[in-house]
């Protein structure tokens, strides 16, 4: 038998195991993984009851589009060698697909969800859109659909308008950098918004705005950035970084411009208020003015001298009307206290059998005398002295 030395034999091994294992698919678990300086990747791949070593060179690893974590289950493309020095064989991959999701997808929820937790997604750091931009810039393709909609829509909405157009690649291995250096330049350019997008396509067209490089740099602008990437239903993480999403270009150009005729029915409504507002205010002044002055002609001089003038008289006319008032009642007073003399007077009573009685020079009624009483009975003509001899009730 032919005697072979170890390394006859780790050869002739080496051979065979690539020979017959060229290319295999291989599902298991990572175990022990190591990302070196070099940038290969060592691992583990497991199951239930085996374990077999795998190295994936820099060359493919630099390919994969999302990180390799512990225990997650993947699906291998590989070649089966042997490392010869230590006698052991390992897969060499040549890409790696996670089982039951494809690679972009779990890429996308890896990247959103570190981006997440360093706070790239923040509500309250998001910068506010100027209300009447003057100058934007439009990182996008320069020959794409998305470039011409923007165009279009920008050219109805607001013409007094500067629009610059940095054309950069938006898909393909160089699309990333370039949208990166383009955002960098055109963030030193005092642009009051800049737009980053281009049209639909699939996940993979699409995938030069899920890189970090582009979050990383939408991120540390300055300048207020609108991401507009895709239609409606497409979602890449530069939408979650930027300060605002568009769901589609031409609506970011709606987003970031007035529209003229709505700002010409606005001027006219401000215009309307204005007028009413003015008008108001010079009615409400024109009162107030009014009623300064009447209060100053009521409170003048003048005034008050013409209210005193009245005041005397009225006070003459009511010191008149009172001292008519007065003269009138004593007028009356003395007639009837005239009246009362003449009818108390003896010469308009002398009527036959009718006399005045009088004691002591006071009338007195007959009833007041007594029985030997001396008394005076008195009409006009003549006065006699009598006395009472006796008194007797008639009634």
Same mark, same amino acid.
């Given at each position: 038998?032919?005697?072979?030395?170890?390394?006859?034999?780790?050869?002739?091994?080496?051979?065979? =195991? #690539?020979?017959?294992?060229?290319? @295999? *698919? /291989?599902? $298991?678990?990572?175990?022990?993984?190591?990302?070196? &300086?070099?940038?290969?990747?060592?691992?583990?791949?497991?199951?239930?009851?085996?374990?077999?070593?795998?190295?994936?060179?820099?060359?493919?690893?630099?390919?994969?589009?999302?990180?390799?974590?512990?225990?997650?289950?993947?699906?291998?493309?590989?070649?089966?060698?042997?490392?010869?020095?230590?006698?052991?064989?390992?897969?060499?991959?040549?890409?790696?697909?996670?089982?039951?999701?494809?690679?972009?997808?779990?890429?996308?929820?890896?990247?959103?969800?570190?981006?997440?937790?360093?706070?790239?997604?923040?509500?309250?750091?998001?910068?506010?859109?100027?209300?009447?931009?003057?100058?934007?810039?439009?990182?996008?393709?320069?020959?794409?659909?998305?470039?011409?909609?923007?165009?279009?829509?920008?050219?109805?909405?607001?013409?007094? =308008? #500067?629009?610059?157009?940095?054309? @950069? *690649? /938006?898909? $393909?291995?160089?699309?990333?950098?370039?949208?990166? &250096?383009?955002?960098?330049?055109?963030?030193?350019?005092?642009?009051?918004?800049?737009?980053?997008?281009?049209?639909?396509?699939?996940?993979?067209?699409?995938?030069?705005?899920?890189?970090?490089?582009?979050?990383?740099?939408?991120?540390?602008?300055?300048?207020?950035?609108?991401?507009?990437?895709?239609?409606?239903?497409?979602?890449?993480?530069?939408?979650?970084?930027?300060?605002?999403?568009?769901?589609?270009?031409?609506?970011?150009?709606?987003?970031?411009?007035?529209?003229?005729?709505?700002?010409?029915?606005?001027?006219?409504?401000?215009?309307?208020?204005?007028?009413?507002?003015?008008?108001?205010?010079?009615?409400?002044?024109?009162?107030?003015?009014?009623?300064?002055?009447?209060?100053?002609?009521?409170?003048?001089?003048?005034?008050?001298?013409?209210?005193?003038?009245?005041?005397?008289?009225?006070?003459?006319?009511?010191?008149?009307?009172?001292?008519?008032?007065?003269?009138?009642?004593?007028?009356?007073?003395?007639?009837?206290?005239?009246?009362?003399?003449?009818?108390?007077?003896?010469?308009?009573?002398?009527?036959?059998?009718?006399?005045?009685?009088?004691?002591?020079?006071?009338?007195?009624?007959?009833?007041?005398?007594?029985?030997?009483?001396?008394?005076?009975?008195?009409?006009?003509?003549?006065?006699?002295?009598?006395?009472?001899?006796?008194?007797?009730?008639?009634?």
């Amino acid at each position: 038998m032919y005697t072979l030395s170890v390394s006859g034999l780790n050869e002739q091994i080496k051979g065979l =195991l #690539e020979t017959s294992f060229n290319q @295999v *698919l /291989v599902e $298991g678990e990572l175990s022990r993984i190591t990302f070196h &300086n070099s940038g290969h990747i060592y691992f583990t791949l497991k199951d239930s009851s085996s374990v077999i070593s795998a190295v994936m060179f820099r060359g493919n690893a630099s390919k994969l589009k999302f990180h390799l974590e512990e225990g997650m289950k993947v699906i291998i493309n590989a070649a089966l060698t042997l490392y010869k020095p230590r006698g052991s064989y390992q897969l060499n991959c040549f890409s790696i697909e996670p089982s039951g999701k494809g690679a972009l997808a779990l890429a996308f929820e890896q990247l959103k969800e570190k981006l997440s937790t360093k706070g790239y997604f923040n509500s309250e750091i998001k910068k506010q859109l100027p209300k009447f931009p003057s100058r934007i810039a439009l990182i996008t393709s320069s020959t794409g659909a998305a470039l011409q909609d923007m165009l279009r829509v920008a050219n109805s909405r607001y013409k007094n =308008l #500067e629009i610059d157009v940095y054309d @950069v *690649l /938006v898909q $393909g291995a160089s699309a990333s950098h370039a949208i990166v &250096n383009a955002i960098i330049v055109a963030d030193t350019k005092e642009y009051d918004i800049l737009v980053v997008g281009r049209g639909g396509g699939s996940i993979e067209d699409l995938w030069a705005f899920n890189e970090e490089s582009v979050a990383n740099a939408i991120f540390h602008a300055k300048t207020p950035i609108i991401s507009a990437v895709g239609h409606e239903i497409d979602w890449v993480i530069s939408d979650f970084v930027a300060d605002v999403r568009a769901a589609t270009p031409s609506a970011a150009m709606e987003i970031a411009l007035p529209d003229t005729n709505e700002l010409y029915q606005y001027i006219d409504s401000l215009s309307l208020q204005m007028s009413q507002v003015f008008e108001q205010k010079i009615y409400t002044r024109s009162q107030e003015i009014l009623h300064l002055k009447n209060s100053f002609i009521q409170h003048s001089v003048k005034k008050k001298v013409l209210q005193r003038e009245e005041e005397i008289k009225q006070l003459k006319a009511s010191f008149t009307q009172a001292v008519e008032y007065r003269l009138n009642l004593a007028q009356n007073q003395l007639i009837n206290l005239q009246k009362i003399v003449e009818s108390n007077n003896p010469k308009f009573k002398d009527k036959k059998g009718f006399a005045q009685l009088s004691q002591n020079a006071q009338v007195v009624d007959i009833h007041s005398l007594n029985v030997g009483d001396e008394f005076e009975v008195q009409s006009t003509t003549i006065r006699l002295k009598a006395k009472v001899l006796t008194k007797e009730n008639i009634l």
